[in-house]
């Protein structure tokens, strides 16, 4: 069998649905491309045209990002601070159902990040604005006095609000 065909079960996993949906889809007849492989015998016999299935179910990303795929994007290699900076109110975050997994989740839109963006700073963040190691940024605030964003005192990580950032390093 050549790449576009493969067992129901892998092009579930590589599209993060069920195979029970893609069976549906061609028991409904939305799903044509449908193989036997002759040396196996029942559902294991089953292939399906990948591109197909992509096609009627979509690969599409969900319509924001994931607080994980943020988190890290700003360098903040713990998620678990960027939930419980939204779980305390600090950041807004959308509850939207992933197209994929169907499971509401919160997610971070373009206006989220925006926000973000407009309050906050991270290491990495300050270190790409200002052209310089993310080393000598953290230690010129720390000598400056800056602290990490902590208004309740919780460990938010090497989260700086931009206010305080710019008045430091401008």
């Known amino acids: 069998m050549n790449g576009n065909w493969v067992h129901i079960s892998k092009s579930a996993q590589q599209l993060k649905t069920r195979p029970g949906t893609i069976i549906e889809a061609i028991r409904t007849g939305k799903i044509n491309l449908v193989g036997n492989y002759r040396n196996r015998k029942g559902y294991q016999s089953l292939y399906v045209n990948h591109h197909e299935v992509t ?64 309050e906050f700073q991270t290491s990495r963040t300050i270190a790409l604005h200002y052209d310089r190691s993310w080393q000598s940024v ?33």
């Open 138 to 170: 953290c230690a010129e605030l720390k000598s400056k006095k800056v602290r990490p964003f902590s208004p309740d005192g919780a460990d938010y990580g090497n989260i700086y609000l931009r206010s305080d950032v710019t008045s430091a390093l401008s």
């Open 55 to 118: 096609a009627l179910l979509g690969n599409a990303p969900p319509p924001a990002q994931s607080i994980e795929v943020f988190s890290k994007s700003v360098g903040m290699n713990q998620p678990s601070k960027m939930r419980r900076l939204i779980r305390n109110g600090f950041q807004q975050a959308t509850l939207l159902k992933n197209p994929r997994t169907k499971a509401d989740q919160f997610s971070l839109t373009v206006q989220d990040i925006s926000k973000f963006h407009a």
